[in-house]
């Protein structure tokens, strides 16, 4: 029998949605308008929500101060590499540990989540004195090292959970028709599993496109930098921030992960309908 929420349970529910959107929404909004303000309302007393007389200047002017665009594509390569060789690394290993049953699957999954815990802070020496021995240090090599090692665990833990959701059934069956391990693989369970794919290559990109603290000690070079530390270098010598510029390059700092996420945002979710089958 299904039990239907009463109207004011109902729209009770959806204030509360509404409040987390607003709540989520506010930064990001209060962000564009700043970025558009001129100096002089970004100083006033009295903010407004939308810019009375809107300009690019701030854009212009970010672009002028700092090497944006070469910051971005530094940003950009280092990302896009991070997911592809997190995601090809951990595919085979998730697969691995999610048909395997015993305590060392246990073991690695529990791994996985502890690793999560440790703070940047304890992991920053160690990881500089072995890119030190390798030569990596101030290299995007080494920066794309550090951020597959960072988001492996987690996109271990996440495809784990969807290589479980595939039904063992299914590549049985595979095999009973007469298809080799290798073709169940690469037809039934690769496209059942690319929009787990898709979503931890998403999430590692995402995560090193934000990440601030490694590419700060370990790029020292000004021409390879990327993007999350360059908006740093908008603080003045006695930390005032030059907000107008500031609000502007982190505006377009932020676009190409909202860009992403709403290009496969319905790929994720097809995919996911795709998979579902009837028992």
Same mark, same amino acid.
């Given at each position: ?13 959806? $204030? ?22 001129? $100096? ?7 903010? %407004? ?7 690019? !200047? =701030?854009?212009? @002017?970010?672009? !002028? ?8 594509? =530094? ?34 999954? &529990?791994?996985?989540? /502890? ?8 992991? #920053? ?7 030190? =021995?390798?030569?990596? #240090?101030?290299? *995007? ?7 597959? *090692? ?9 495809? /784990? ?27 039934? %369970? ?35 930098? %990327? ?16 907000? &107008? ?8 700092? %932020? ?8 290009? #496969? @945002? ?14």
């Amino acid at each position: 029998m299904n039990v239907r929420t009463r109207g004011p349970a109902r729209a009770g529910q959806y $204030a509360a949605l509404l409040c987390y959107l607003v709540f989520l929404a506010f930064p990001f909004l209060w962000l564009i308008s700043t970025a558009f303000k001129p $100096a002089r309302e970004l100083a006033s007393l009295h903010p %407004t929500w939308i810019p009375e007389h809107p300009t690019l !200047d =701030n854009f212009r @002017q970010a672009f !002028d101060e700092q090497p944006l665009v070469r910051a971005a594509g =530094n940003s950009l390569g280092a990302a896009l590499s991070a997911a592809v060789i997190a995601v090809v690394v951990a595919t085979p290993l998730a697969y691995v540990m999610a048909r395997t049953r015993g305590r060392l699957a246990a073991a690695a999954t &529990g791994w996985v989540v /502890v690793s999560q815990a440790f703070p940047f802070v304890l992991l #920053i020496i160690p990881l500089f004195l072995v890119l030190k =021995n390798l030569h990596l #240090i101030n290299s *995007v090599p080494g920066l794309v090292m550090v951020y597959v *090692v960072w988001s492996l665990p987690f996109a271990l833990w996440m495809l /784990v959970g969807y290589v479980r959701a595939v039904p063992v059934e299914l590549e049985e069956a595979a095999s009973v028709d007469g298809a080799g391990r290798l073709r169940t693989l690469v037809s039934v %369970t690769a496209p059942l599993l690319l929009p787990g794919i898709v979503a931890t290559a998403l999430f590692a990109f995402i995560t090193a496109w934000n990440e601030f603290f490694f590419a700060l000690v370990l790029l020292k070079s000004p021409e390879k930098q %990327t993007l999350p530390v360059i908006l740093t270098h908008f603080l003045g010598a006695e930390g005032v921030a030059d907000l &107008g510029p500031l609000a502007a390059a982190a505006f377009l700092a %932020t676009l190409p992960s909202l860009v992403i996420f709403a290009v #496969i @945002q319905r790929r994720i979710t097809g995919g996911m309908l795709a998979g579902a089958v009837k028992s």
